[in-house]
Each structure stands twice: as C-alpha cells, then as structure tokens.
C-alpha cells in the first residue's frame, strides 16, 4: 500500500522555464510533508518542506503547495537550472508516529540547458 | 564531523554472511533513523532511536535485521544471515528533533549480496 505516490518517474523541463513536481498521499494522519532532493552516489538532501497549518511556502526559487482536501502536494521550481537535474522524492510523517519519513518514488528531473 | 557519515561506503557480501553497518550522526543528533532504498523506489522506514531508546522497530523486514545505539550516538544495523533480497542502500539520518523533522541523510551503505 503505496501512501505516498509520485506518478511521474520523469520530468524534463528546458533552463529558465518552470518545474512541477506532483505528489500524492492517502493517509489523512500526515501533517507534515518535506521535498528532498538526490544526487547519484549520494544519501537525499532537504529542500522545502510545509506544515498542514499552511498551504505554501518559499524559499528561493522552490515553492510547495499544499491542497489538504485533494491529498495533493506539489514543487514549483522557477527558473529552473541545469544544477536542479536530480532525483526529487516527496515524504510525508504524522506527527503522532515518531516522525519516520514515508517516501514516494521518487521524479527524476533533468534540466535541458 | 559536519555530516551524517555512513560506513562502508560498499560492501559486498555472499549469501549467508552477516553484515554489519556504521552510522555516525550529526553530533548532538536525537533522532537516528535506518532507511532501506532498493533500486528505483524511495527509501523504505527500517527503525527509529531517541537517544539510545529503539522507539520503532517496525520497518525491519525480518528477525534478520537488528539495530542498536548503545550510547545514543554511533549506530550499527547488523543483519545476520544475508540473503540477495538485502541488496540495497542503507541510509541513515539524524535530526536535532525528537521527531525527526528535516533529518539530515548519510550518504548510504550500498549492500550486494552475491
């Protein structure tokens, strides 16, 4: 039972224009989503993460918005850049459950320059 | 160190050997988690520490599998008996918070078992 889904492997996206990567989760108990960001060879980096009290937030050019109702969170990356090619993988964690990351799948991104 | 540092990097292993997996976290780190990442998927829950308490051992795949942090730092997952299905990237994270918000990833034990 897949809780947390990333339906899109791939993305690719040209330098400058805008990257959006969709998540989606069906346990209503998370409340709390982070967006990581993984090279080869490498452990996930953060990114961005938002509560469930919030329905986006910013840092830079990373953007997540949340849709509580439709169970559906998502990255805007603007303007995208060549160094963003990477896998992005999507985690959720329910405050009342220690805090363990449930993963998706994980959308590899590649930035065409 | 500034980072989560895993250790080894790789390790090749035959069926039936038993493994043993280093994680050294951020210092001052609560939270210690081991997550298991097989090819092409997201990294899979194994087991939660606070300090040196295992809180949540309820991702470990089999009785196999073991985990301990005996002084509420360095961590080690032992897995006895490997079979090829462990094939994969062991990750460790920590956090500063008791529940694990924004963990900080080591850069993960890739296990082969041959």
């Known amino acids: 039972d897949q809780q947390v889904k990333q339906n899109s492997p791939s993305l690719s996206v040209q330098e400058g224009r805008i990257s959006i990567l969709n998540c989606d989760y069906t346990n209503s108990m998370f409340d709390y989503f982070l967006w990581y960001k993984k090279y080869p060879a490498e452990g996930p980096t953060f990114l961005i993460s938002?509560?469930?009290?919030?329905d986006k937030n910013e840092d830079g050019r990373f953007t997540v918005f949340l849709n509580k109702s439709a169970k559906h969170l998502s990255l805007h990356i603007v303007p995208s850049q060549p160094g963003d090619s990477a896998v992005y993988f999507c985690a959720a964690s329910a405050s009342s459950n220690t805090g363990k990351l449930i993963f998706g799948q994980g959308t590899t991104l590649q930035v065409k320059p | 160190g500034a980072g989560v540092s895993q250790s080894p990097r790789y390790k090749v292993a035959k069926r039936g050997q038993d493994v043993a997996l280093r994680c050294d976290p951020i210092?001052?780190?609560?939270?210690l988690f081991w997550y298991q990442q097989a090819l092409g998927q997201g990294p899979e829950f194994l087991t939660y520490?606070?300090?040196?308490?295992?809180?949540?051992k309820s991702g470990l795949p089999s009785d196999r599998f073991f985990a301990e942090r005996p002084e509420g730092s360095v961590s080690t997952l032992k897995i006895q008996r490997t079979q090829q299905e462990d094939s994969a990237v062991y990750l460790c994270?920590?956090?500063?918070?008791?529940?694990?918000?924004?963990?900080?990833f080591g850069q993960g034990t890739r296990l082969t078992v041959v």
């Open positions: 994270a920590s956090s500063f918070s008791p529940f694990g918000t924004e963990a900080f």
């Open positions: 210092s001052g780190h609560v939270s």
């Open positions: 520490f606070q300090n040196e308490a295992q809180l949540d």
């Open positions: 938002i509560s469930s009290i919030k």
